[in-house]
């Protein structure tokens, strides 16, 4: 049985998915704003997406932003996030400073999470989760494909690799160029969890096609799904409150037909 990952209120892996809103201003009067309109919506976790931040190469200023963010987002979790461009981030910075901001970052315990590309190197890998973990901040280990949707088989050593290399949850998320890329991202879901999964799994399916997959986690094994909030951050993501909707209805009705015939429309 996979572990619960425990955020402040919050229990990945056990029940609904989660939703997560992440916040894309570039500036600080923008993300501000953002987190105003997210005040009205009914969210668990916020990740801050520093790539698209102006200042993300000033580490003094980064922090003093995650400073306000906290103030304003209060008891909710926080997920930190600096995405590469060749994983469909805004921009790159050499590996040297993407450790240290990260490492800095974790010091200061105001973000719950961060998320780490699990491609980077593994050394290098190795020494942000390491800093991380001795200062209390959860790792969320991720990949992304924008391009294709590797074989069923790759995805779930993906995942395999992630947990190696010590994540707390580990995520990936591909881009479908058919219906059946996104049947083979659910097929490799559900077999990950059911055969190989130590810790929280996180899958999506981007785009239009690949929508089914962030509605459908609880089914095939995904603890966490991403909407849009003022502005969405990734190709496929529907609002927040059509999506809790959605999970919501798939939760109640997941053990309905057990032991019970089933009826055809």
């Given amino acids: ?21 992440s916040i894309v201003g570039k500036t600080n009067e923008e993300i501000i704003e953002e987190i105003k309109y997210l005040k009205g919506l009914n969210l668990d976790l916020v990740e801050w997406r520093v790539d698209y931040y102006k200042d993300v190469e000033n580490i003094d200023k980064v922090k003093d932003t995650l400073i306000k963010i906290r103030e304003e987002i209060e008891d909710l979790p926080l997920i930190f996030t600096f995405r590469s461009k060749k994983e469909g981030g805004e921009k790159e910075l050499p590996i040297e400073y993407y450790s240290k901001l990260n490492k800095e970052i974790a010091s200061t315990k105001i973000a719950d999470l961060i998320d780490i590309e699990a491609f980077i190197g593994d050394e290098i890998v190795k020494d942000i989760v390491n800093f991380a973990h001795s200062s209390s901040v959860i790792v969320l280990m991720s990949n992304h494909d924008f391009y294709k949707t590797p074989e069923k088989e790759e995805i779930i050593n993906r995942l395999c690799k992630m947990q190696d290399l010590n994540a707390d949850l580990a995520k990936i998320a591909v881009m479908p160029q058919s219906q059946k890329d996104v049947i083979i991202l659910l097929s490799a879901t559900e077999e990950m969890v059911r055969k190989y999964a130590t810790i929280p799994i996180i899958t999506m399916s981007m785009g239009g096609v690949g929508l089914i997959s962030r509605l459908a986690g609880e089914i095939f094994g995904s603890v966490l799904t991403f909407a849009s909030g ?4 990734a190709p496929g993501q529907i609002g927040v409150e059509d999506l809790h909707r959605v999970l919501d209805t798939i939760h109640e009705n997941k053990y309905f037909s057990r032991g019970s015939k089933i009826i055809p429309d």
């Fill in 230 to 233: 003022k502005v969405s951050s």
């Fill in 1 to 21: 049985m996979k572990n619960i990952v425990k955020v402040r209120h919050l229990k990945l892996g056990e029940g609904v998915p989660k939703v997560c809103v």
